[in-house]
């Protein structure tokens, strides 16, 4: 069954440091998200992505945040300078199309900023 | 002010003890509610759509309904395997398509041999 992988599993930086976290959406997909989820709270969104534009993104998705698609299965986030308050899971999502709402989660990458 | 609110926060049943969860949400002109499992350290996993008021859909041990308020998830029977966060979440109204949900934050739900 296709299903949505990301790399690293987990990704340990120095506060200031850059990241780019890593997602492979499921093939046939057109919408792709990331999600965040720090310890113990609530799945947050932070942007979704469409036809390689932003078509949303929540007030966590500051200047230090952006997503690319560098190819055609690829989709990343990368934050520039990262902030203790940035640790957390970050999960990337992917949904089908038109006439399927449904998003698919990959299984996350742990962020621990020192 | 939440959206979506998730009650009770635990629960704790005994293998075979059947039960409800509770998802309430307030936003307006409702275009689905979904529900999600969320294994310790995992990311969600997609369990159900809910469109409309008096649908209901099926999987194995898990049911989940909707009406115009809230929706449920029923668990029959439940195994020890059935122990995870179960998450709801929903669209916000007046945002283009399904750019986004907004997540509850979820029952954890232990069930004990």
């Known amino acids: 069954e296709p299903e949505v992988t990301q790399t690293p599993s987990h990704q340990v930086t120095q506060m200031g440091q850059e990241v780019i976290l890593r997602c492979v959406p499921i093939s046939n997909h057109l919408y792709f998200y990331w999600y965040r989820q720090i310890l113990g709270q609530k799945v947050e969104f932070l942007v979704s992505f469409y036809n390689n534009e932003i078509s949303e993104k929540s007030e966590i998705f500051d200047d230090q945040f952006s997503v690319e698609r560098p190819d055609g299965s690829n989709f990343t986030l990368k934050i520039r300078s990262t902030k203790l308050e940035d640790s957390a899971m970050y999960f990337c999502?992917?949904?089908f199309g038109q006439g399927a709402s449904e998003q698919f989660f990959g299984p996350g990458t742990r962020l621990t900023v020192l | 002010e939440d959206q979506v609110t998730q009650s009770p926060e635990a629960l704790r049943l005994q293998e075979g003890e059947s039960s409800s969860l509770n998802c309430s949400y307030t936003v307006s002109g409702l275009r689905g509610l979904f529900w999600y499992r969320q294994d310790p350290g995992k990311g969600p996993e997609f369990l159900f759509t809910l469109y409309s008021a008096g649908e209901e859909k099926e999987k194995e041990r898990l049911k989940a309904t909707l009406t115009k308020k809230e929706s449920f998830l029923h668990i029959t029977a439940p195994k020890p395997e059935d122990s995870a966060t179960y998450l709801c979440a929903v669209p916000p109204p007046f945002s283009g398509g399904y750019n986004k949900l907004i997540f509850g934050a979820g029952t954890r739900l232990a069930v004990h041999p």
């Open positions: 999502a992917s949904r």
